[in-house]
């Protein structure tokens, strides 16, 4: 039993209790400490008051730390409390290296993101007006979270912009000439770095492998998804495992320059694997936020490191044996698969590679045409505020609106102003789709309901521009396009309401790529060229997990062995860590045998 005060203290709870309320919460992070307390009081009958989740909170503290000194004796007495030891280890099918194994592209595949849903309120003092947010009234403490899952804001801030600019390096991305930059929403640094100012910690940043081994963990304190956590990660990882590194980023295409442009550019270089596991873990660690979001910054590191680690321990590790499993089944239905169908539909359908981008011709047309359009308009302009100079235009650029030339490129210069507004009102109702598919999703709050809403409003004004343009650049064609009107357009419920493929410069609507089974024959494919080399990435996991098995529970037994003969006590709890892991040992070896006898 653990007190609940350390001086003359009148209640004390049971382990067990503890015990039960911490594996009940990592499997249902909803689970909070209150209802627990209810829980109790319901099955003693008696009355709820809120000193009593109080005092189970300061039991489980203690709980939590006799833990923690626990796992720090036993890594010790297993020789695993070196530097970074949890990282250079934290995934078999990854780190377990093996003796004569084939080279592989990556050594270590891992994909990071950042998560909003983690956030941390910042307790403050009331200001003098709504203007003044007030002082932080967060109270000072002494309280660390023990283990390496989190990098420091010291290691971070390394890695900031003024960080970078100390070591005379710019992140100019246009230096290079990154096209997508300027074309994704979110890789605008102004909306990326944008936090609202009642929130500590934003959100977390986090890295795990392929197999879904959490790897480390960033807070983003104050800011969005700044460059320096990304770059941190790399760095920290470069540093452990050196180079062969794959990363998967959603705004890769631009951290690629950023990290480029960083001092660890010269080290960075880069199958099947689509490198989604950090949505398949936040879709897990969410459910940690109501539970977080107002607790101390101590308690929530701790929950969510606790988390992590114990979704590791039972979660990840128990489903590597499927992971392999289910990968090798896609794999060879996809090599099965491509033998009989791709060639079938490459010789039924007639699938080519013409969508080309605009001539360059008709680019250059367009763009003297444009100029002299605008030298034109200056001209008038010149001549009507001033009489008193003349000017004379040379005859080489003396434009002729008669001339077929002059007239096919004025209808070039038509259609693409035409395709701009309606690209702009496609993308204006696409966003609009999405919001309305968010307001609808199950867990989403009252407040953000109303926030989308608002966001709504605002997107309905920016269509209903973008719908004015639309018609007038419609009406501008020869012959005019059809208009739209405001009724139809806020119709659209689904994606598929909205063709992003007709009216291009060179109609691809029939194309037959365009046709949904010519895109299916595209995807097989491109996933056929990529099974050999998953193949081979299964092939070196899989004689990883059964080495590491074997291994991992000879080492376990000799140790307790040993410990047995000195320190009964340390053996105990030697014996309990085998068992977390042995517990799974029958399951991965029934799933290797099913391997093995894949045809």
């Known amino acids: 039993?653990?007190?609940?005060?350390?001086?003359?203290?009148?209640?004390?709870?049971?382990?067990?209790?503890?015990?039960?309320?911490?594996?009940?919460?990592?499997?249902?992070?909803?689970?909070?400490?209150?209802?627990?307390s209810k829980t109790l009081c319901n099955l003693h009958g008696v009355e709820y008051h809120r000193y009593l989740s109080r005092q189970l909170t300061i039991?489980?503290?203690?709980?939590?730390?006799?833990?923690?000194?626990?796992?720090?004796?036993v890594a010790e007495a297993l020789n695993r409390d070196s530097l970074d030891w949890r990282l250079k280890h934290a995934c078999p099918?990854?780190?377990?290296?093996?003796?004569?194994?084939?080279?592989?592209?990556?050594?270590?595949?891992f994909t990071m993101d950042g998560n909003d849903s983690l956030k941390h309120i910042l307790r403050r003092t009331l200001?003098?007006?709504?203007?003044?947010?007030?002082?932080?009234?967060?109270?000072?403490t002494t309280q660390h979270v023990r283990g390496d899952h989190y990098l420091s804001c010291d290691y971070v801030n390394q890695w900031s912009k003024v960080g970078i600019e100390d070591s005379e390096v710019t992140l100019d991305s246009d230096s290079l000439g990154n096209p997508c930059t300027e074309q994704w929403n979110n890789m605008d640094e102004e909306k990326t770095k944008r936090a609202w100012g009642i929130y500590d910690e934003t959100g977390i940043f986090t890295a795990v492998c392929r197999h879904g081994f959490s790897l480390l963990i960033i807070d983003m304190v104050q800011s969005g998804e700044f460059a320096k956590y990304p770059l941190a990660v790399i760095a920290k990882l470069m540093d452990v495992f050196g180079d062969g590194l794959g990363s998967g980023y959603d705004i890769g295409c631009q951290f690629k320059t950023t990290l480029n442009n960083s001092p660890l550019g010269p080290h960075a270089r880069l199958g099947l694997e689509d490198l989604e596991m950090c949505e398949r873990t936040f879709s897990k660690s969410n459910s940690l936020a109501p539970t977080t979001c107002y607790s101390s910054i101590f308690h929530?590191?701790?929950?969510?490191?606790?988390?992590?680690?114990?979704?590791?321990?039972?979660?990840?590790?128990?489903?590597?044996?499927?992971?392999?499993?289910?990968?090798?089944?896609?794999t060879l239905n996809i090599i099965a698969d491509s033998r009989i169908t791709l060639p079938k539909l490459m010789h039924n359908l007639n699938i080519t590679h013409d969508l080309r981008p605009k001539p360059e011709h008709e680019t250059l047309q367009m763009e003297y045409w444009q100029k002299l359009v605008n030298l034109v308009a200056s001209k008038e302009d010149l001549d009507a505020t001033s009489s008193v100079w003349a000017v004379a235009t040379p005859a080489s650029l003396a434009s002729d609106e008669k001339d077929p030339d002059w007239q096919n490129t004025g209808r070039l210069v038509t259609n693409q102003k035409y395709q701009h507004a309606l690209d702009m009102l496609e993308g204006l109702v696409v966003a609009c789709i999405f919001e309305l598919t968010k307001m609808n999703r199950s867990g989403t709050g009252y407040k953000l309901r109303k926030?989308?809403?608002?966001?709504?409003?605002?997107?309905?004004?920016?269509?209903?521009?973008?719908l004015d343009r639309f018609n007038i650049?419609?009406?501008?064609?020869?012959?005019?396009h059809r208009m739209l009107k405001w009724e139809e357009v806020v119709e659209y419920a689904f994606l598929a309401n909205f063709d992003l493929l007709h009216d291009s410069h060179d109609d691809v609507s029939h194309r037959p790529w365009a046709m949904p089974s010519v895109r299916q024959a595209t995807n097989l494919y491109f996933?056929?060229?990529?099974?050999?080399?998953?193949?081979?990435?299964?092939?070196?996991?899989?004689?990883?997990?059964?080495?590491?098995?074997?291994?991992?529970?000879?080492?376990?037994?000799?140790?307790?062995?040993?410990?047995?003969?000195?320190?009964?006590?340390?053996?105990?709890q030697i014996n309990l860590w085998r068992q977390v892991r042995s517990r799974f040992n029958s399951h991965h070896l029934q799933r290797l045998q099913d391997i093995a006898n894949l045809p």
Do not use: W
Request: proline share 4%; aromatic share 10%; glycine share 2%.
């Open 1 to 36: 039993m653990i007190p609940c005060s350390p001086i003359s203290p009148s209640v004390v709870i049971t382990i067990d209790a503890l015990k039960l309320y911490r594996i009940a919460h990592f499997r249902s992070p909803h689970f909070s400490m209150q209802a627990f």
């Open 127 to 140: 200001g003098i007006d709504e203007n003044d947010s007030g002082e932080s009234s967060e109270l000072p």
């Open 473 to 480: 650049a419609a009406r501008a064609l020869s012959p005019p």
């Open 527 to 572: 996933k056929t060229c990529r099974t050999r080399e998953e193949i081979t990435q299964l092939n070196i996991e899989v004689r990883r997990l059964a080495t590491y098995l074997r291994d991992e529970e000879h080492y376990l037994r000799e140790c307790q062995r040993q410990a047995e003969a000195s320190h009964l006590v340390l053996a105990h």
């Open 300 to 330: 929530r590191q701790q929950a969510i490191t606790s988390y992590f680690e114990y979704n590791d321990d039972y979660e990840v590790y128990a489903n590597l044996s499927d992971f392999l499993y289910n990968n090798y089944k896609q």
């Open 451 to 466: 926030h989308i809403a608002k966001a709504l409003q605002a997107c309905s004004a920016a269509i209903k521009t973008a």
């Open 59 to 73: 039991t489980l503290d203690v709980y939590m730390l006799i833990r923690s000194s626990v796992d720090s004796l």
């Open 93 to 109: 099918l990854c780190t377990y290296t093996l003796k004569d194994e084939v080279p592989l592209i990556f050594t270590l595949l």
